[in-house]
């Protein structure tokens, strides 16, 4: 039986070494050069939790796959009558850049309005959703949908695609479905339905505009935050965008709203080599892990706060003195029990949009502030319609993607907004005196103290797909880590969707196993409020029944 805990790489945390890094030109080569196989499952066209993800020197992600899709997109936006701009955008890694030539080729010759962003401006996953959502206030017809070209903190060597529909957030799965079925077909033809014109005709079409995603979404976040608040409390600040798209947006943001913010690095390098080494051995932009954040952590003590998201800023990573990096539940906790106390204008029946792997301390911080909880499967798709119409005040996974309403109690982004829970940090640092950490500690003394940890494990897509097949009867148990369970869920209480894996929960403590939605590997998610004794105990339990699933 595999062990409850992650085996961390020797070198976990240290700057990457040259042998490490990805050859980008044979990258960028293998993604004109190699076709997938469409009889070979791994090659063909598959939507996780958030686009289709894979990378050229494993067939998964090239320039077959970018044709197919965004031929599919245009047919989904024919047959459903979208016919108002596309809002496109690229974040920093190496196949982004081909990915975008691909999907324009494809974009102009089905005559669809593209907006692509001002001199070839990178753009962050919020400032696309922004601009969909934007664009449709109060339209009924002609409405924007928008592609964003990111793997998320994904390796390197990654590529992804990924459709924001009208809603501005990720494309429900019934979309999806639709969209990997009509690529794969694609794919199975050699593409000959496809309608293609060459690139430098593309960007010259007639259909085909610039927009300014960088200043439309930076005038716009002073309605979210107050940074009236955070200037008049002279809050120093810091920010690593990890050589990610909002690597721009940082500067003007600090510029606009005259914040003492220090943007400790404005370099794009698509080996992303000035990053420390995930927890795996693997270069991985994540905002979250403290062996990818070394560099910030270091300099926790000389700023109030700092901050970084991953490379398409759908992701944040928050760094203070009193915790230095805050784990991701932690601040979604004090992110939701200061904004329902500091936004009158929201609705007073505004509720919490959690994913059923976040932290129970969600579940008793709205308890004491008096909001409801919706809890919903893996997935920041399954927040849109309630951002849209305020019924959420907030969304949040616990993998520190987050989105919340305007000051006024309007939508913001339907999509993860790394941008502003960032810049809400320092937000709370002004208006409590205290820094996120601080707050959390606080919280503590109120509610519990939950410990809480991850096992990942490497699984193929058979393992996956029996994981996500779990059912309620494979947990023959009354009792786990010696507590009554009160619950066994295939599917989320918030909206009855399948959770494409199992969670099972107590009074004090729970865990949760589903299959990754990106990546060839299983996850446990495990939390108790009754000590690190009781948490191994349940991810001992939790295992076993995974163990046995696998078999």
């Known amino acids: 039986m595999s062990q409850p805990t992650m085996k961390i790489h020797p070198l976990a945390g240290s700057v990457a070494p040259a042998e490490i890094l990805i050859n980008v030109a044979k990258l960028v080569t293998a993604y004109y050069s190699e076709r997938p196989d469409p009889s070979e499952p791994s090659h063909r066209v598959a939507f996780g939790t958030s686009g289709h993800r894979g990378s050229s020197f494993k067939r998964s992600f090239n320039e077959y796959h970018v044709l197919a899709m965004t031929q599919a997109i245009c047919d989904y936006r024919k047959a459903n009558g979208i016919d108002g701009p596309l809002f496109i ?54 409405l924007a949908d928008g592609i964003v070209i990111t793997p998320s903190h994904n390796p390197p060597d990654g590529g992804g695609f990924k459709y924001n529909p009208t809603n501005g957030g990720p494309a429900d799965t019934d979309i999806t479905g639709w969209v990997e079925r009509q690529a794969n077909a694609y794919l199975t033809d050699d593409l000959k339905a496809v309608k293609r014109m060459p690139f430098e005709q593309a960007m010259a079409a007639s259909t085909t505009h610039q927009h300014d995603f960088l200043r439309h979404y930076v005038d716009d976040i002073g309605n979210v935050i107050d940074m009236d608040a955070i200037r008049a409390a002279g809050v120093r600040m ?106 009158p204008q929201w609705s007073a029946t505004a509720a919490v949009g959690k994913t059923l792997v976040s932290s129970q301390m969600i579940d008793r911080v709205s308890a004491g502030i008096g909001r409801k909880v919706v809890e919903v499967p893996v997935g920041f798709k399954w927040f849109a319609a309630g951002l849209v119409d305020g019924s959420l005040g907030f969304g949040g996974e616990e993998s520190a993607g987050a989105s919340f309403l305007r000051r006024d109690g309007r939508v913001w982004t339907t999509d993860k907004d790394g941008l502003a829970p960032a810049l809400l940090s320092a937000e709370i640092t002004a208006k409590t005196g205290r820094d996120p950490g601080e707050n959390y500690q606080a919280l503590i003394a109120k509610y519990g103290e939950p ?73 446990i998610y495990g939390e108790s409020f009754s000590g690190q004794e009781h948490l191994q105990a349940i991810l001992k339990e939790a295992q076993a029944i995974v163990d046995e699933a696998l078999k």
């Open 238 to 343: 810091a920010v690593d965008p990890l050589g990610g798209a909002g690597v721009n947006y940082w500067p003007a943001i600090a510029a606009k709203y005259n914040l003492d913010l220090t943007v400790l690095n404005t370099v794009v390098d698509t080996s992303f080599r000035f990053m420390s080494v995930d927890w795996d051995g693997k270069i991985r932009m994540d905002p979250s892990s403290p062996y990818a954040m070394q560099g910030l952590i270091g300099l926790k003590e000389s700023y109030d706060v700092a901050f970084a998201c991953d490379t398409d800023h759908d992701r944040h990573g928050i760094v203070c003195a009193s915790a230095g990096l805050i784990p991701p539940n932690h601040y979604l906790s004090v992110a939701i029990d200061y904004l329902f106390q500091n936004r």
């Open 89 to 142: 955008g690229i974040d920093t890694h190496a196949l982004s850049e081909p990915a975008f030539v691909s999907a324009m080729e494809v974009l102009a010759a089905n005559g669809v309005e593209a907006h692509v962003s001002a001199g070839g401006e990178y753009v962050p996953t919020p400032a696309i959703s922004h601009a969909i959502l934007t664009y449709n206030h109060g339209r009924t017809g002609g």
């Open 451 to 523: 410990t809480a940890d991850r096992i990942q494990a490497v699984a193929n897509p058979e393992q996956k797909a029996k994981l996500s097949k779990l059912s309620p009867e494979q947990v023959s148990s009354t009792t786990l880590a010696g507590e009554a369970i009160t619950a066994v869920m295939t599917k989320a209480p918030g909206n009855n969707a399948a959770i494409g894996g199992l969670k099972v929960v107590t009074e004090n403590g729970w865990f949760a196993a589903r299959p990754s939605g990106t990546e060839d590997i299983y996850k």
